[in-house]
Nanobody, 127 residues
Framework: QVRLVESGGGLVQAGHSLRLSCVAS????????IGWFRQAPGQEREFVASISARGSNTRYPDSAKGRFTISRDNAKNTVNLQINSLKPEDTAVYYC????????????????????WGQGTQVTVSS
């Protein structure tokens, strides 16, 4: 099991940017693919980005391409999610999640693939 702690959320105006961070502890970080998901009130938790265990591959849904960038620093056990040109519809709790993998190049978009989750960080975008 890996413990994940998100940070970096807050209240921002539309058009601004945020960088969310996810710090992991407890297991060798380089054995885990990491994903970011978000959940708005009354909605399902949705996938927004993922990165492979070694950081060589990334994946985004079409809705996130161009504005969301995921990156990782395995030496610091950290994954970041940069969100640019924020919109009110980006308002949600953002979660990072870890999936242990033997395949260092794989990326995963399915929520059930991830066994370990952080507590989430709230992002609120005002218009």
């Amino acid at each position: 099991q890996v413990r994940l702690v998100e940070s970096g959320g807050g209240l921002v105006q539309a058009g601004h940017s945020l960088r969310l961070s996810c710090v992991a502890s407890g297991r060798p970080f380089s054995s885990y693919a990491i994903g970011w998901f978000r959940q708005a009130p009354g909605q399902e938790r949705e996938f927004v980005a993922s990165i492979s265990a070694r950081g060589s591959n990334t994946r985004y849904p079409d809705s996130a391409k161009g504005r969301f960038t995921i990156s990782r620093d395995n030496a610091k056990n950290t994954v970041n999610l940069q969100i640019n040109s924020l919109k009110p519809e980006d308002t949600a709790v953002y979660y990072c999640a870890a999936a242990h993998t033997l395949y260092s190049e794989n990326v995963y978009a399915v929520r059930s693939t991830y066994a370990d989750w952080g507590q989430g960080t709230q992002v609120t975008v005002s218009s």
